[in-house]
């Protein structure tokens, strides 16, 4: 009788202790101001789902990625094409929310003096662009020149990474760039927007910011899931609404540059060139939800066929829509705010 109590009460404590782990998680993040970076620095996420999440940060998406691949990450904030490049690979991750619409935040500018027309896209025939190669950006820039029915062996198109594009711009060694922050606003100061990444992303091939989770954890942990998105909708919703009164000293501004670093200055301004989707619009079709045809998917696979023409991925696969899943957003939107 004696050692079925002992076995039992270590059962229990085993099962206790199973419980206990399975209320923690692992998020990863990267150097990028967004509305979140108050409740993370504020654990508004760990008051709502009741776990304890330890925030890991990350220099890049690519390395967030092997993170989670190895079982190291379970959430994590990742650009379009590293989750692309991910999924292309066969890594069982799935984007679930969409942290940022580019929109503004990259965008292709012509140098004034340099002979093109913003209005006019021709012109900028024989001239010379820099881009960062196998970025959103270069991923747009081939983009913009097939709407506009411009080969790209119709100019000089330069790798360069954003701080080499700023001293080359303020030499007149390049004509145009499309860069993002704060090299983008550097060159702003010589120079006219032709167009930016929102736009481009208008016309059916978006850029993105994602929160992307390991489908195992997700599966695992469905509640955990709805009420962090429930936290991170809310966040962004609260911005949305006070964007134009936003100031240095409020909460958000100083929240991200405690966590992120740069000036309360550098965040408004930051955060003011991203469009930042409702979590309805977010479940429809626009962006997570509409299968191979939603937004998401649609973006991946465009994405997908960008990375192997420039090498980085084997294969192109006939459908992301497995990559990528509303069902959080959904139950999200039916939390209370």
Same mark, same amino acid.
């Given at each position: ?248 000293? !409020?909460?958000?501004? =100083? &929240?991200? /540059?405690?966590? +992120? %670093? #740069?000036?309360?200055?550098?965040? $408004? *301004? ?7 989707? !409702?979590?309805?619009? =977010? &479940?429809? /079709?626009?962006? +997570? %939800? #509409?299968?191979?045809?939603?937004? $998401? *998917? ?11 023409? =420039? ?12 990559? $990528? ?13």
């Amino acid at each position: 009788m004696f050692c079925r109590t002992v076995l039992a009460s270590v059962a229990v404590a085993g099962l206790l202790a199973s419980v206990a782990e399975a209320k923690e998680a692992t998020g990863g993040y990267q150097l990028m101001y967004s509305p979140w970076g108050l409740a993370m620095q504020g654990k508004t996420c760990e008051e709502a789902t009741g776990y304890d999440i330890n925030w890991v940060k990350f220099d890049s998406g690519a390395k967030v990625i092997s993170a989670m691949a190895s079982g190291q990450v379970d959430i994590a904030v990742a650009g379009s094409s590293p989750v692309t490049a991910a999924a292309s690979q066969g890594i069982d991750l799935q984007v679930f929310w969409l942290l940022d619409d580019i929109a503004q935040a990259e965008a292709m500018v012509v140098r004034d003096g340099a002979g093109i027309d913003p209005a006019q896209p021709a012109t900028l025939k024989g001239k010379t662009l820099a881009v960062p190669f196998v970025s959103t950006t270069h991923f747009h820039t081939l983009f913009a020149l097939e709407t506009w029915g411009i080969q790209p062996t119709e100019l000089k198109i330069l790798n360069m990474q954003p701080n080499q594009i700023a001293a080359a711009w303020e030499r007149g060694d390049i004509d145009a760039a499309f860069v993002w922050d704060p090299a983008l606003a550097r060159i702003k100061k010589s120079g006219k927007v032709m167009i930016t990444s929102g736009e481009l992303s208008a016309k059916g091939k978006a850029t993105f910011d994602s929160l992307v989770v390991m489908r195992e954890f997700a599966d695992a942990n469905p509640e955990f899931m709805a009420k962090f998105v429930r936290v991170i909708a809310d966040a962004n919703a609260a911005y949305v609404k006070e964007r134009d009164k936003l100031t240095e000293a !409020s909460p958000i501004a =100083q &929240a991200n /540059a405690s966590l +992120l %670093g #740069g000036e309360p200055a550098q965040v $408004v *301004a930051g955060l003011a060139l991203y469009a930042y989707p !409702s979590v309805e619009e =977010q &479940a429809s /079709a626009r962006w +997570l %939800g #509409g299968g191979a045809e939603g937004g $998401v *998917a649609k973006a991946l696979k465009a994405t997908a066929e960008f990375l192997k023409a =420039q090498g980085k991925v084997d294969e192109v696969l006939p459908d992301y829509a497995q990559f $990528v899943t509303p069902v959080f957003a959904e139950a999200a939107a039916k939390l209370p705010q």
